[in-house]
């Protein structure tokens, strides 16, 4: 199994070269809700966790927010950095490259909130992202947002493909790790729950949650 989930960097690598515009320009729907309620909270430093093409990371940076976007992909990394050049936005967006199985490279306390789309659903087994739970825990400032959407088990793809271990499955060539709600309520540890609500993306349409966590 862990062959299988090592090769998702390539695959996903490959996929930014063959599909530069794969998730559109628009910002998601998580990403707008989020822009809101870190506006409310006065929130400044963002860090966004596999950020992708950039289409979140640049809505973040033209609401007013300084953005640490980290990809495990080097083609993604070198496109938001070369659209927030175009785009004037060198001075909110920072790119780096980093593989989140291992610990975040970022001092304690130092961000206000995290945001991520879809990276917790991605080949992660639930011992990793327990670990990058606390990770996150440890650099946002005491009371920092963490908000993540997740694939749910009501999604269509779930249980079809090539089953990968624990609530993972392989469709077309991509992993996926689907949440339930005790796997929110797992992975919640140090935060308080504020939020879990469902959406639907795309053409599936994919079934989503959104969580909204505090720091405690």
Known sequence: ???????????????????PEMFGNQPSQPA???AELF???GINRILELGGGQGRDTLYFANAG???QMLDYS??????????????DLSGSITAL????????????????????????????TTAELEFLSAEVRRVLRPQG??????????????????????????????????????????LAKGYKILTVDEFEEGKLPRKLFVVTLRKE
């Open 1 to 19: 199994m862990k062959d299988a989930l090592d090769s998702q960097r390539s695959h996903w690598q490959k996929t930014f070269i063959q599909k």
């Open 32 to 34: 707008r809700l989020s």
């Open 39 to 41: 506006a409310r909270e």
């Open 65 to 67: 927010f300084r953005i």
């Open 74 to 87: 080097d083609s993604a990394v070198a496109a938001v950095t070369q659209k927030a050049r175009q785009q």
């Open 97 to 124: 490259c980093h593989d989140i199985r291992a610990p975040l490279p970022f001092d304690d306390a130092s961000f206000d909130a995290c945001y991520s789309h879809m990276l917790y659903c991605m080949a992660l």
């Open 145 to 186: 947002l963490h908000i993540y959407t997740v694939r749910h088990t009501g999604d269509p793809d779930y249980g079809t493909g090539i089953h990968r271990g624990e609530d993972m499955y392989e469709n077309n060539g991509f992993i996926v790790h689907f949440f339930n709600h005790e796997k929110v309520g797992r």
